[in-house]
């Protein structure tokens, strides 16, 4: 997910985030996907475990893979425990789930928390506003006892949406910031600080491998890496500064010529984007060069080829730090609920100062990430 302007006030906070979250939302804009999602719901029930690996206090923790669009964990908040299913996101740093005092019809479709049943709630006199790039989100600051598996954060600070607008099809309830603690909307210790602060992790970094295809599989790790979920080396990235999880790349080619980034440009490494995104103006190059734009038209915001070309498409390779990440075509071109298949590159039009890209799930499953906090680094690795 994606910040760009943060202010921040004794009593109030308010965010403006763009977060290009139009891949989750079109997964059930329709009657169909709505039943098909349902059905994908039922017909997989989620099951809650972790490992701990004693020694280095690494805690492995499952998230739920629905449909390659987006990964899903269980956490639970409040005493006795109230179970939500978040998204874990680096581009955003805080915390937050509904209210049961929400009356938006969008709350009603979501695990909304009940704070008269938590003996450990405590309200704030905050409140706040997060503008997404789909809708808006209002509502107070509290705090609670929030667990993710085995780790548990006392007094965390946290957001209840008392009003939430245009996240009607989001199958998500709520969204859980792994960014750093400058981003926060709350002006509060995100839960990973206050995790390590709380002696919880040995070591302050976190990890994901997200994969491809199966709904269980995918983790999240705290306190520590795994490395049986990646092959030969960690290439490790400096961030361009400790605040966001950013890096430096070098450009993007396809076949050997560059195509994007030819200056350089700022990549944001993001578990809260379904896509890769980038500017329109480069984004439509792509498009024209895969060849989506000459022969099939553009249906419910996607770009589609025929799947029986995907194994003759080239890869495109990301230069990050003076390594080559290829993403062949198997991983950056994905199949709609129908079957169909389309480019899983999307357009911002955000007003920046530099060239950005958003390297979100496309990019993440061909390549294990870990973020460094201790180093303001991210580790980058086969997945596999």
Known sequence: MKWLVLLALVAFSECIVKIPLRRVKTM?????????????????????????FRGSNLTTHPLRNIWDLLYLGKITI????????????????????????CNSSTCSKHVMFRHRLSSTYRLTNKTFTIFYGVGIIEGVVVHDTVRIGDLVSTDQTFGLSIAESG???????????????????????????????????SEPVFAFYLSKDKQEGSVVMFGGVDHRYYKGELNWVPVIQAGAWSVHMNRISMKRYVIACSLGCQAFVDTGTSHIIGPRRLVNKIRKLIGTTHWLSKVNGHHYVSCSVVSTLPSIIFTINGIDYPVPAQAYILKDNRGY????????????SRETWFLGDVFLRVYFSVFDRGNDRIGLARAV
């Open 167 to 201: 996240f009607e099809n989001i199958t998500f309830d709520g969204i859980l910031g792994l960014s750093y603690p400058k981003t926060s909307c709350f002006g509060a210790i995100p839960i990973f600080d206050k995790l390590k602060n709380q002696g919880a992790i």
């Open 28 to 52: 059930s804009n329709t009657a169909s996907g709505k039943n098909m999602l349902n059905n994908f719901l039922k017909e997989h029930p989620y099951r809650l475990s972790q490992i701990s």
């Open 78 to 101: 409040g005493t006795p425990p109230q179970e939500f299913q978040v998204l874990f996101d680096t581009g955003s740093s805080d915390l937050w789930v509904p209210s049961l005092l």
């Open 341 to 352: 298949c389309y480019l899983a590159f999307d357009e911002h039009d955000f007003s920046l």
